[in-house]
């Protein structure tokens, strides 16, 4: 594990986002430690992709304060210094592997050495010349990850990554991941897959747009007795919101 900064790489406070007048976030407070893999877990239209969004700074909020880095979100300086990669693969189907993250280092500025280096970062050797379009979902979520990575974020924001993987490159993934935190990368990784929360350093557990918990795995299992993270999730529901 790497180690860490005193100050959080992400800051949140009072966070509040409504969508046609209805809360999809409340009152939300998180502190995001530098250095370290965060999973933000929760079931579908709980509220996880929303609050990624605040965090980059793409979404419109109605009360609140986000800072990242230091600076609010979505704000100039932020702009290579955060990578976010949504649940759709955000690349051009037409184009090769490598003409993609071309076209990408020169939107953020990478040096063009810096394409294979990525390139073996999310195990895409070999792969330069396939065209985007012909590879499965998993390998282009992966081609998505290698653009956000080209300009060496401090933190990275990804929007469950490894939906449609199998477990050997759900595996290698993780592993991945790690690797940056370790070598001082924030990550924030959104999952609905709980056997995935036991991979990170802490978990945001979230249900119905608030906050149920922020805690370590371990922690988590021994404050509720369960026996899984999953069943700890329950439990957390049955002793109501906090």
Partial sequence: MSSRSSSPAIAIAGLK??????????????????????????????????????????????????FVLGEPAGSAPLRRRVGYVTQAPSVYGDLSVEENLRFFAAVVGADRRRI????????LGGFEARVTGSLSGGQRSR??????????????????????????????????????????????????????????????????????????????LARTGANDLDEAFLRLIEEGEP
């Fill in 17 to 66: 986002v409504e969508r046609g007048g209805q809360p999809v976030l409340k009152d939300i407070d998180l502190e995001i430690p530098a250095g370290s893999v965060t999973g933000l877990l929760g079931p579908s239209g709980c509220g996880k992709s929303t609050l990624m969004r605040a965090i980059v700074g793409v979404q419109i909020v109605a009360a609140g304060t986000v």
């Fill in 116 to 123: 294979g280096e990525v390139i073996e970062t999310v195990g």
């Fill in 143 to 220: 081609v998505s990850l290698a653009t956000a990575l080209l300009g060496r974020p401090d933190v990275l924001v990804l929007d469950e990554p490894t939906v449609g993987l199998d477990p050997v490159l759900r595996a290698d993934l993780w592993k991945t991941f790690h690797e940056l935190a370790a070598a001082g990368t924030t990550l924030l990784v959104s999952s609905h897959v709980m056997d995935e929360a036991a991979r990170c350093h802490a978990l945001v557990l979230l249900r119905e747009g608030r906050i149920l918990a922020v805690e370590a795995p371990d922690d988590l």
